[in-house]
């Protein structure tokens, strides 16, 4: 059993990661602002320990971190991206392990998007689009975690996130009965995995052998290739809509952003980790996903 400290805690990445850490025995704490939410009420009955603060302020979890073996970063707080996330990572870099020589290990979550525009099925040795808006500053805090010689880092980056109750982006954007509509190209495509497969990929990240994960870049990810025009069309006709799907150009810096295809293999993860995806994916098992969703939406 390690001492783990996860931030985020009731965030969709941060709250499977810290049940699929705990479901592997592990001593959880999970950095959350609210107590009383669902997802922090979920973490408590699942026997993760809860430590109310805030990313803008790192004495508020600064013992937890202190106490933990394992240090992982998932949250983001929109506010001041950039200027929050190198503060938590100056933290977990300069952090010792308490009463021990042995090197704490830090796992930072960046996603798939880094990558540029390809048809072509990208992977960890593929150069990151350093031209991409809001890219540096993930970009930076990765080589840092890397680089370091104080501690053993890894980056996780993560496709696009579905599945349990949150139901994620994919969810919230197409499960709808009405004005359902696709910017830009409708055949781009994403990777995607699902949440608890990748919970259980940082489980394996943390448990790993030193030498499999220091300086490590993971893609994490599924093997289905859909297309937005698959997603949209299956998980509207899920919610019930039976009109026609609008297809208009990008129009929005952040849409232009988006308006390309991400592909990536998880190779690497196997190999290193022995982790492995579900065969199903979002379209396949769409009518599920849908009445998950539907409990708390």
């Known amino acids: 059993m390690v001492k783990i400290f996860v931030t985020g805690g009731t965030g969709y990445i941060g709250n499977a990661v810290a049940l699929a850490l705990e479901r592997h025995g592990h001593e959880v704490t999970a950095l959350v602002r609210d107590a009383s939410k669902p997802d922090a009420r979920t973490l408590l009955e699942n026997g993760v ?9 790192v004495d508020s979890f600064r013992e937890a971190m202190n106490e933990a073996a394992v240090l992982i970063h998932t949250a983001l707080d929109a506010a001041d991206p950039a200027g929050i996330e190198a503060s938590i990572i100056d933290a977990f870099l300069s952090n010792p392990r308490a009463g021990s020589n042995a090197k704490k290990r830090v796992i930072y979550t960046t996603g ?4 540029g525009d390809s048809h072509r099925v990208q992977n960890e ?13 993930r970009l930076i805090q990765e080589q840092r975690v890397l680089q ?42 994403y990777s995607f995995v699902h949440a608890d497969d990748l919970g259980e990929a940082y489980a394996l990240i943390a448990e790993a052998p030193a030498g499999n994960v220091a300086g490590e870049v993971f893609n994490i990810v599924d093997n289905n290739r859909y297309n937005l025009r698959q997603v949209a069309a299956a998980a509207s006709r899920a919610a019930g809509f ?21 592909l990536v293999d998880f190779n690497k993860a196997e190999r290193l980790l022995g982790w492995r995806p579900r065969p199903l994916g979002f379209v396949d098992e769409i009518e599920k996903h849908y009445r998950s969703f539907k409990t708390v939406h």
């Not at 320990?49 to 302020?57: C, E, K, T």
């Not at 890894?154 to 009405?178: D, E, I």
């Not at 009109?243 to 295809?261: C, L, V």
Request: proline share 7%.
């Open 49 to 57: 320990q809860l430590v109310v603060g805030d990313l803008r302020n």
């Open 112 to 115: 798939i998007m880094v990558y």
């Open 125 to 137: 040795t593929d150069p990151v689009d350093t031209s991409l808006p809001d890219k540096s500053r």
């Open 148 to 189: 370091s010689p104080d501690v053993i880092g890894t980056v996780v980056r993560p496709g696009w996130v579905y599945g349990k109750r949150q139901g994620g982006w994919l969810a919230n954007w197409w499960f709808k009965t009405s004005d359902v509509e696709i910017f830009g190209n409708p055949e781009r495509a």
């Open 242 to 262: 039976t009109g026609e799907i609008k297809i208009r150009p990008s129009e929005a810096d952040w849409e232009h952003y988006f308006d390309r295809t991400v």
